[in-house]
């Protein structure tokens, strides 16, 4: 982690440059995989988890006696654990739902906006060493609230050709519709063209390795929506010295064991918070599993010292962090300035790892840099909000002129018509 | 435009296809345009507007002499119903801004979503024949209610080197920051990399044509965001024997007028009335100034008559059109069951034309059947919505033995320690 004293501002860009994220590269190879997909149907679907999972699949599809035995695998205090976040994340959730307004914008002319939820999702989730059941939970809940009919759930099986049973039990318990043995861009393909038994969705949704971000990125130029384009998971915590270093280093660290592509920022107006944080880092990274990952986190990773309480602002805003520490004496008022960010945790008893399971916000957020024009995942990207519109032949009477003037002066002369006919229609009929 | 009587249900996919609508043959020549103006700054963007533009240009920036004698050169009549059309849509667009709600999940947890502009949008108005001041507003007036703080305008110039007043006049009233004269690639490049006094926006918006849709989806591989997808306009007329022929066959033309790709379809259970619509068609057209145009995008539509009203929504809903207009005695009954459509205009008086200018809805809507998975523009396309949460010393021990559970499971225990070293510092200070 270096650390950088008051460097001037035209310098940040440089510090602050994540290390380059593009999928470009293998898109020809991704291509191809999905290209076989598509023509090759299950076949292929199976051909590509022999070769990417090692495992031989019949049927991808999870059985109900699947996820019953699931059940009964899970630990009671994890379901209790999940249940609770669940609870937290659906209530946090449901206050996003907008409610219809109609708006009388000229009399007789009424405008209103309703949220309908996308048909068919496909949400993806990652395999790996642990079993990502907090993402289960972050794609689904929402999805389920918006409205979408269908919820198809893909994950790759392990060597036994399983889903780990807390996946499964996250998957029932949050109204999954279909959950499939399926992973990488297999997964991707199948959802975004609909293979056999596994529907073609509208969107794919999920966070995975650089293979899965291509696929996603190559399916989207098709007729398939995905949630956010892709990057490496990211922290910047801004501290000063009511910050308290062991809690810092724990969040930083938090950050880096995800994995060695993981950015870790800290900014602070103290020198010596730095070291003291410094240390810490020492202390716990000693200690942890995953150590050997976050040291090559923490290689990339930066400490900033500001004097400028102002300037650690602008630099956090420049920077567009995913996730915001804000471990300051007047953290509220420092939040208030914040303009890009993709989550913000407030004080000194609010840690990422709150948000990345538990506290009811969405652990799916914008990364490398994307904060500056996406949200993370929120009701609005499981939705359309569809606009409607009814005009009384009152309302068409009083708005009509304008939209013949406007029509014309765009020479375009059947838009105009249609408002005249209109008009002429009302003027016979008294 | 051919007539299909009941179709089968497995014709639909076949009858409803669109055009081909693709960039990707373009991609390599607009690559290298763009890749010019990273490189080659002004110098780049006057070469290539004279030679697409047939203009050199000296200072792209539109300068306030320009506006203020444009302002003297729109007639007051246009002036007026632009300034009508702008209130509406400023009404119904301010009615979509969302007031911040704090939720406390669990007790001593609050979490909230705040609504931010995005820093810097670019907005793009093609030329042609007539000047789309309409657009203007449409992308301009949610970009300053969401608070973006600068919105840039980039539109071509003409043969003179200027831009038409009323454009100037629409962009003005409702506060554009930047104005320049810059067309297609150009002007997409320009704002996507920034040159010079051009600044880089973070998201841009707005139609062109098939070299700008490539530039944007170029572009959006790189950091900028866009609006939406792209593809033609498009129409849907649901009717049965209460709508008015001559208002259908207007409104169906006001859409095949945009450009011989546009789509219309006609969706009915009344085949009497399909016939008295072509009988309309055929004498509207003969006196329309964009005939040849209109023509052309009517020999690919289709009038689609469906014995049952559920079957002609079951085929709205597989088609997704752009706009939908429901000419039916129970239209409100039919619309609550739309699930896939950019915009709905209810009733017989409800024209296309009036959500096109000025009844307060925008017309920047999702084409190509991407009304499954897009919304049309509203004011989330203009923000982000960040989320924050703030936990009290007693919100973390309510919550904090649920996420240590939970990341021990997925095995991150640095995510867990961030937990217990809070936990543990608490259970100190008693």
Redesign the interface.
């Known amino acids: 982690m270096k650390t950088y004293i008051n460097p001037a501002k035209s310098t940040w860009t440089e510090i602050l440059r994540r290390p380059v994220f593009s999928v ?1 590269e293998l898109e020809n190879q991704v291509q191809s995989v999905l290209t076989e997909i598509k023509s090759g149907g299950i076949e292929a679907l199976r051909k590509y988890t022999e070769q990417f999972d090692g495992v031989s699949i019949l049927n991808f599809a999870v059985q109900e006696q699947e996820i019953e035995d699931a059940i009964s695998l899970v ?1 009671d ?2 379901k ?3 249940e ?2 669940a ?2 994340i659906r ?2 959730h449901e ?2 739902v ?1 409610s219809v ?1 109609k ?1 009388e ?2 009399p007789g ?1 009424v ?1 209103w ?1 309703k949220s ?4 068919k999702v496909g949400l993806y989730v990652p395999g790996g ?6 993402t289960v939970l972050m794609l689904a809940i929402p999805a389920k609230i918006a409205g979408c009919k269908e919820i198809i759930l893909c994950t790759p099986p392990n060597k036994e050709g399983k889903i780990h049973p ?1 996946i499964l039990y996250a998957a029932q318990l949050v109204g999954i519709t279909q959950i499939h043995k399926l992973g990488g861009v297999q997964a991707i393909g199948a959802m975004a063209y609909g293979v056999d038994y596994i529907p073609k969705v ?2 794919i949704f999920g966070p995975g390795n650089q293979y899965v971000m291509a696929a996603k ?1 190559i399916i989207s ?1 098709g ?3 995905i949630d956010m384009p892709a990057g490496p998971s990211e922290v910047a915590v801004m501290a000063d010295h009511t910050a ?1 270093p ?2 810092i280093a ?2 930083l ?2 950050q ?3 994995g060695p592509d993981s950015q870790v920022v800290l900014v602070t107006n103290s020198s010596d918070l730095v070291v003291k944080v410094k240390d810490e880092i020492e202390k ?1 990274l000693a200690i ?3 150590k050997s990952i ?1 040291e090559k986190a923490l290689a990339n990773s930066h400490a900033v010292v500001l004097d400028q309480v102002a300037d650690m602002i602008d630099l956090i805003n420049e920077y567009a962090p995913e996730h915001l520490i804000i471990a300051m004496e007047n953290y509220a008022e420092v ?1 208030e300035k ?25 652990h799916t957020l ?1 990364t ?9 995942l ?1 009701i ?1 990207s499981f ?11 009152e ?2 009477k009083n ?1 009509g ?3 013949e ?3 014309a ?11 005249s ?2 008009l002429e ?2 003027k016979d009929r008294k």
Chains 1, 2 share one sequence.
Request: hydrophobic share 40%; aromatic share 6%; net charge negative.
């Open positions: 470009i630990d205090s994890l209790k654990a999940i609770i976040a609870g937290n209530t946090f206050s996003q907008s307004k708006i914008t000229t002319v405008c906006q309908v939820g996308i048909e060493s642990a079993p990502l059941f907090s807390a509208n969107k990125q130029r007729d398939v929506a308290n062991a809690f724990s969040d660290l938090s880096a064991e995800h716990q942890l599993p995953r976050a939040a914040i303009i890009n960010a993709g989550s913000v945790f407030l004080g000194n008893y609010t840690p990422e790892s709150a948000g990345d399971y538990a506290s009811g916000t969405n914008p490398n840099g994307w904060a500056r024009s996406f949200s993370g929120n609005d939705i359309r909000k569809i606009t409607f519109q009814e005009i009384s032949p309302g068409i708005l002129p304008v939209i003037i406007m029509a002066a765009e020479e375009l002369e059947a838009h105009k018509n249609a408002i006919l209109r229609e009302l």
